[in-house]
């Protein structure tokens, strides 16, 4: 047996068949390549669900990293140390807010911005007890924590998990009506992705986003943006949201967050809303830890010049062009996205998502499939020109075979 199928085999008899991988066991990582552990080169063109955006072994991540495991890696937040009041302070300052909230994975942020909009309710806004309710989006994908889960409306994310927590309220994605007619005196918040990255790639209708912000504004809501798959460069802005000059009330971030190193998540928010927390109500014991708040600290350092941004917006143009070129052609149905992130729907006779993704694996491209036909493209920000329209020729091909 390879030393791929053989790797294959011993995780499918021991590891839980939540995931389906594409058959490719990768051994090491440089910029936007892979390479296997049969020495084959792939390169990445979904770069860790955006976990990845500044690409695989960043020098100043690693470095980062690995100047902090020398120092300092936990000391639980019963102490302070020295990296978590810059990383929090420069955190809020990049995203024009005061005060930040930091965890690990995205799932913990998203239920760190229930529990906050929750708290603001009960403390601030005067809701009765026990009566708050988040109003969020059909084909929401925010993590999978059982009461995350409670609001999905996928099939495969929620079947046999309940009973399921209440206090939600799930609206078509885009419509102003069904917001506005959701929206109520006891609602907390209206939390959404800026653009559904799971469900697609679906950027909403212009002016949903303002909307929002306008809506959420007058009725004393809270505006809760999560951003873990959207933000951070890979629209081609810090945050998505700024394609539609909205600034909400909450950003939730995760995934680049950690550059691909380590898991680094966070609420921010305005110090009226994150200041509801007392000690002991909320916490993690990995939270903000300093190996995190190092990495992040790079992280922010490395978006501050804006130089990413402007590389996923000029590269992000030159794939959208040339995707666009590809609708009507047979192949392909619709294109959607921004920036360096595309979802193509491929016509369902030209193969699933999961075919297109094989053949596309068989000739060195990484990409993963949605929901049937859809297989989406978000590379690390970092790939050059030349290495992108190596993959879209690839692609091509395959949809031409
Ligand atoms: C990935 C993702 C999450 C969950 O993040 P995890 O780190 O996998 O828990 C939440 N929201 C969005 C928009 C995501 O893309």
């Known amino acids: ?61 690693i470095d980062a990293a690995k100047a902090q495991l020398e120092r300092v890696t936990l000391t639980s937040r019963a102490f302070h140390h020295d990296r978590f009041a810059d990383f929090c302070t420069q955190l809020a300052e990049l995203c024009g807010m005061e005060m930040v909230l930091p965890m690990n994975t995205g799932a913990e942020a998203v239920e760190t911005a229930v529990k906050t909009a929750r708290k603001w309710g009960y403390k601030i806004k005067g809701v009765p007890d026990g009566q708050a309710k988040i109003v969020v989006a059909a084909d929401n994908f925010h993590g999978r924590t059982t009461t995350i889960v409670s609001f999905s409306t996928d099939p495969e994310a929620r079947a046999d998990f309940g009973p399921y927590t209440p206090g939600f309220q799930v609206v078509p994605y885009g419509d102003v009506d069904a917001l506005d007619a959701a929206v109520d005196e006891n609602t907390v918040a209206v939390l959404l992705e800026p653009i559904q990255g799971e469900a697609g790639v679906l950027v909403p209708p212009p002016g949903y986003l303002s909307f929002v912000r ?54 921010v928010s305005s110090a009226e809303v994150l200041g509801v927390f007392r000690p002991g109500e909320h916490g993690s014991t990995f939270g903000g830890n300093p190996l995190a708040c190092a990495v992040a600290l790079e992280v922010i350092a490395m978006l501050r010049s804006g130089e990413y941004q402007q590389r996923a917006t000029e590269l992000g143009d030159h794939l959208h062009h040339e995707l666009g070129l590809l609708v009507g052609g047979g192949a392909v149905e619709a294109v959607r996205g921004r920036g360096l992130w595309a979802g193509i729907d491929i016509t369902p006779s030209r193969g ?45 091909d395959v949809l031409a075979d």
């Not at 053989?6 to 068949?17: D, G, R």
Request: hydrophobic share 40%; aromatic share 6%.
């Open 1 to 61: 047996m390879s030393n791929t199928a053989a790797a294959i085999a011993t995780a499918e008899t021991h590891s839980a068949h939540n995931y389906h991988p594409l058959p490719v066991v990768v051994a090491s990582a440089d910029g936007a390549w892979m390479t296997d552990v049969e020495g084959r080169r792939y390169l990445d063109m979904l770069a860790g669900y955006s976990a990845l955006n500044f690409g695989h072994g960043n020098r100043r991540l």
């Open 214 to 267: 306008e809506l959420t504004r007058v009725r004393n809501v809270l505006f809760i943006a999560d951003e873990i798959q959207s933000g951070l460069g890979r629209t081609g802005k810090t945050f998505a949201c700024e394609h539609e000059d909205v600034v909400p009330d909450m950003y939730v971030l995760g995934k680049a967050l950690g550059g691909g190193v380590v898991p680094v998540s966070a609420v």
């Open 352 to 396: 699933t998502g999961r075919q297109i993704s094989e053949r596309l694996m068989d000739r060195g491209v990484l990409v993963k499939d949605t929901h049937g036909s859809t297989i989406r493209i978000a590379p690390p920000l970092v790939i050059s020109k030349e290495d992108l329209d190596w993959g879209l020729d690839q692609l091509r």
